[in-house]
């Protein structure tokens, strides 16, 4: 059959608007059967199927295939070893496509060829059909890299015609078309690879800054932080001082919101105390007993003292000799037991509740409170004396607002806490929700941080992996009303360098917003320098405009 010029240009015709299907096709696996059934379309063939080189580039393995005569075996069909010293006596003619970069036309598989067919032969008693014609189409780009082998079956131009032969005119076209396909198969598969690669560097990222934030708090000091977890500016500033304070005896104030680990800073500094770290460190939360029960809790009793109190008891003061005293929410303390607390301080001694002679005690106290407690003086609901008596060395502890960079580093540390608890395996976390969490208010602080975690750890699956939905409902509304999700297509093109730039700008139009706009923290989060990240906000559209590419 003769292939004349109008053919042809159908043929290109088509060659045009089957290119143009495939460069918008994001699935390497699904790519690869529209490039099989444009190639059938170009050549007639009745079915067809494609062989991938894995990665190792030994085999060659049967990836999509098509038509019905193939589809009863194509649970039959076995990847093709290239290796030489494993092929028998004649040639298979899928290896010698591959290894040759040549199209192979074979008008008639029964004649004899010099290739071995036995396989083909016993795909097609299993069938009940008949191979004649076929076109093996090497997968090369225009450089000649191999991806794999198109193999084609019976060319049938009319449906109730016979088989014929592949003309020797299409063959050109056929590779031609092969090579661009090939071209945007190995860009899609580089793109889904390079997808993995990011994820893959950002998990080793957060592992690093991890690791850098402890071997900087190691060698920081002589502080022995254990499980407070930070190295944002705010933290530092913290542990300078409670690295100025543990070696002496004086009272300790500390300031801050519910949930930003108060008890754990007051148990760090009688940790690292050479003089009492040995001995009990005794915390109370002020607010948690009504004011009978804090005084006898606090100050003990004498047998005989109220009704009830049938034997001795010490108070948690008296209890706490030696060591350190921990009062929590201060400020919800009675003023009864303030003046109580304020002789404690003074005298250092305890008189238990029907005691007739007061116990001297040796303790350090550290006090905390989330309340301004200048405003309960104001209102009479705090004694200022107290007050002055507890403020010697004031450490005001930051929100976790004011120190978003330590997200991170907690967020690894109670997955890894909190999966050993519930005896899981947790493999990491995405850096979605680390965005997501970050761009939280997170009003209970450390506290709040650690509950999200944990419920996202038992959603999880053993082995898995933690994701967006593992997190609250409410967290990934708010997100998304926040930051709208990106438009990876706001910059045009189909090259795989514009669909690189897509995924550049979306990555940092993410940051930028994650960091409320702040370039130097996205910089530093991104790890380019500032200059080269106002470059990049410039050539995206992104300086003027940060949600140009959402």
Not at 21 to 41: C, F, H, P, Y
Not at 200 to 217: C, F, M, R, S, T
Request: hydrophobic share 40%; aromatic share 6%.
């Amino acid at each position: 059959m003769d292939y004349s010029i109008e053919d042809s240009v159908l043929a290109l015709e088509e060659l045009v608007q089957i290119n143009l299907s495939i460069t918008r096709e994001k699935d390497v696996k699904r790519l690869l059967d529209k490039i099989l059934t444009a190639a059938r379309k170009l050549t007639a063939a009745e079915a067809g199927c494609v062989y991938i080189l894995d990665r190792k580039k030994r085999y060659l393995i049967p990836e999509v295939t098509q038509g019905e005569c193939l589809a009863k075996v194509s649970n039959e069909l076995k990847p093709v070893d290239l290796h030489i010293d494993q092929r028998s006596g004649h040639t298979d003619v899928v290896s010698w496509a591959a290894l040759s970069g040549q199209i192979v036309n074979i008008a008639d598989a029964y004649q004899y060829s010099g290739f071995d067919f036995s396989e083909l032969y016993r795909l097609d008693k299993l069938a009940e059909r008949k191979t004649n014609s076929m076109l093996v189409v090497p997968l090369t780009d225009f450089e000649g890299v191999s991806l794999g082998v198109m193999k084609l079956y019976n060319r049938r131009v009319d449906e109730n015609g016979e088989v014929e032969a592949f003309p020797d005119q299409i063959e050109g076209l056929v590779k031609a078309f092969a090579a661009q396909a090939v071209v945007v198969a190995e860009n899609t598969r580089l793109l889904a690879d390079n997808r993995v690669l990011i994820e893959q560097l950002d998990k080793a990222k957060q592992v690093l800054e991890i690791e850098n934030q402890q071997l900087k708090a190691s060698m920081g000091g002589t502080l022995k932080v254990d499980n407070i977890i930070g190295d944002s500016p705010e933290m530092r500033k913290v542990f300078n001082l409670m690295e100025k304070i543990v070696s002496t005896n004086a009272t300790v104030f500390i300031r801050g919101e519910t949930g930003t680990g108060k008890e754990l800073i007051a148990s760090c500094i009688h940790r690292n105390s050479a003089q009492r770290s040995k001995q009990p460190f005794v915390a109370q939360n002020c607010a948690a007993l009504p004011e009978e029960l804090l005084e006898s809790e606090l100050f003990g009793y004498k047998k005989g003292a109220f009704s009830g109190a049938s034997s001795d008891k010490k108070g948690l003061i008296e209890l706490a000799n030696g060591g350190t005293l921990f009062l929590d929410e201060i400020g919800d303390m009675p003023l009864k037991l303030q003046t109580k607390l304020l002789r404690v301080l003074q005298e250092r001694e305890v008189r238990p509740l029907g005691a007739l002679h007061p116990v001297k005690v040796d303790i350090r106290v550290i006090a905390a409170t989330h309340q301004n407690l200048a405003e309960l003086i104001d209102k009479g609901e705090f004694r200022e004396d107290l007050y002055y008596r507890l403020n010697v060395f004031p450490i005001d502890l930051p929100a976790l607002k004011d120190r978003r960079e330590d997200i991170p580093a907690l967020v690894h540390y109670f997955v890894g806490h909190i999966a050993e608890q519930y005896n899981k395996s947790i493999s990491g976390i995405k850096p979605a929700v680390l965005d997501v969490i970050q761009a939280q208010p997170l009003p209970g602080n450390i506290r709040e941080l650690r509950n999200i975690i944990e419920r996202a750890v038992l959603l999880a699956p053993d082995d898995g992996v933690i994701e967006l939905i593992h997190l609250p409902d409410e967290m990934i509304r708010s997100k998304r009303q926040a930051v709208p999700q990106p438009d990876v297509f706001c910059l045009e093109g189909d090259s795989l360098k514009d669909t690189m730039q897509r995924l550049e700008a979306k990555v940092i139009a993410d940051k930028l917003q994650a960091h409320k706009g702040n370039q130097t923290r996205t910089a530093k989060a991104l790890g380019v320098s500032r200059r080269s990240l106002v470059e990049k906000l410039s050539r995206y559209n992104l300086r003027e405009n940060p949600m140009a590419c959402h």
